[in-house]
């Protein structure tokens, strides 16, 4: 993944010193703002809750910073991940920068390093993120051994958002994400003359059976000037937020297969049922989810001794 991340860098910085050769009227950002979300609906027939806040601020006059936030949960488990934009942006032209992020459900890992970008045509926005994941998926999940392996792989997202009006927004686009192609779709209203503006919004994925969902929510804009309108917002202060979309772990599934249990363990890990260890370790010990160490010694009855925590 380091490496991953070292090219992905190199090529976003050798592009955004092309995009500042000419320097632009307006700023990249036109001063620290953020937006707050809450967001919830279903989810491949589980229900989802999720709630994400971003702060931007301006680096100086060419180029600007966001860095993301989300904790929420999916299917009853909780989900949380931090993001950080590095990007040049023209308002009334482009975007263009580089993308991180770590998100987490389930004892399942994302790590991202991308490339993403924005074209302004009027009340056209053309806007996309493309690089590498890494995910990281947990040896067992509910007892049974995981058929999934870690794996590192392309992916990418490129929306077609057009602006009705200034503060009303609609998109549709298409996602290729943990290797599954899908389409997607969204709108979003800012209710303006309020102190605080507030904008409803709603989006879906749409593909095979694990890949679909609908959620709505509501979002909180944060800026010295309440009164800007929602085009003005997407293009002169924060860019979109990219969350990934987890995928679901198989398990290794036969006609006589049965859950592995959890394990018995006291307060220091060690294991104390079955003793045999072949269970897996209970949530609260480092290796929550997994199966035992072997720890080399005996225990009471003679037999070998498994431990939960670290050695």
């Given at each position: 993944m380091h490496a991953i991340a070292t090219t992905v860098g190199t090529v976003a910085i050798a592009l955004l010193c092309l995009c500042t050769a000419a320097a632009a009227d307006d700023p990249a950002v036109s001063g620290p703002n953020g937006k707050l979300s809450v967001e919830g609906g279903g989810s491949a027939d589980d229900g989802e809750g999720v709630a994400t806040g971003s702060f931007a601020l301006p680096i100086g006059h060419e180029f600007g910073m966001?860095?993301?936030?989300?904790?929420?949960?999916?299917d009853d488990e909780l989900l949380g991940g931090l993001a950080l934009h590095l990007f040049a942006r023209d308002p009334s032209r482009y975007l263009f920068g580089v993308y991180g992020s770590y998100h987490t459900w389930d004892r399942i890992n994302i790590w991202r390093a991308a490339l993403e970008g924005e074209l302004y045509i009027g009340p056209v926005t053309l806007e996309g993120i493309a690089g590498y994941e890494s995910l990281d998926v947990p040896t067992f999940n509910n007892g049974q051994t995981v058929i999934s392996l870690d794996d590192n792989h392309l992916f990418g997202q490129a929306d077609a958002a057009y602006y009705i009006t200034d503060d009303f927004k609609i998109y549709a686009g298409y996602r290729y994400i943990n290797e599954?192609?899908?389409?997607?779709?969204?709108?979003?209203?800012?209710?303006?003359?309020?102190?605080?503006?507030?904008?409803?919004?709603?989006?879906?994925?749409?593909?095979?059976?694990?890949?679909?969902?609908?959620?709505?929510?509501?979002?909180?804009?944060?800026?010295?000037?309440?009164?800007?309108?929602?085009?003005d917002r997407h293009r002169e202060d924060d860019p979109k937020v990219y969350a990934p979309t987890f995928p679901t772990v198989p398990v290794q599934q036969t006609s006589n297969s049965k859950p592995v249990p959890q394990c018995t363990s006291d307060s220091a890990g060690w294991v104390t049922a079955p003793t045999d260890g072949n269970c897996i370790c209970r949530s609260g010990t480092v290796h929550a989810g997994e199966k035992p160490l072997l720890s080399g010694g005996m225990g009471g009855g003679g037999g070998p001794q498994y431990m939960c925590n670290n050695l």
């Open positions: 966001q860095a993301d936030g989300a904790v929420g949960s999916f599954t192609s899908f389409g997607a779709a969204g709108t979003e209203y800012l209710l303006r003359g309020l102190e605080v503006p507030v904008a409803l919004f709603a989006r879906g994925d749409f593909g095979d059976e694990f890949v679909q969902n609908v959620t709505g929510g509501v979002r909180i804009y944060l800026s010295d000037d309440p009164g800007k309108s929602l085009i």
